[in-house]
């Protein structure tokens, strides 16, 4: 089993930063990569970003390209989501979720969700 538990959501002003951070337990070993997805209010959930666990590759979707850092400690089993100059359009619970293997149609792990707020 791996828990993940999420923190550093809140309510910040547009063109504001926010870093999240998602702290791992459990069999650690077994995670491949480490992802954060969101859902904005009526919309499905959208994945954002992932990061490899052993070698930090990282990838961020097109919309958040050049805001949003993600990165991960693998010696203190933590996992970031760092976002800067946010704009209302990224309001929305954000998760983090870790797979086992290299697709993300299933992940086997949820955080409980940290809710971001971005105000105009």
């Known amino acids: 089993q791996v828990h993940l538990e999420e923190s550093g959501g809140g309510l910040v002003q547009a063109g504001g930063s926010l870093t999240l951070s998602c702290a791992a337990s459990?069999?650690?070993?077994?995670?491949?990569?480490m992802g954060w997805f969101r859902q904005a209010p009526g919309q499905d959930r959208e994945f954002v970003a992932d990061v490899s666990w052993k070698d930090a590759f990282t990838y961020v979707i097109d919309s958040v390209k050049g805001r949003f850092t993600i990165s991960r400690d693998k010696a203190k089993n933590m996992g970031y989501l760092r976002m800067n100059n946010l704009q209302p359009e990224d309001t929305g619970v954000y998760y983090c979720?870790?797979?086992?293997?290299?697709?993300?149609?299933?992940?086997?792990?949820w955080g409980q969700g940290t809710r971001v707020t971005v105000s105009s």
């Open positions: 459990g069999n650690t070993f077994s995670i491949y990569a």
């Open positions: 979720a870790t797979i086992r293997g290299s697709s993300w149609s299933q992940p086997d792990y």
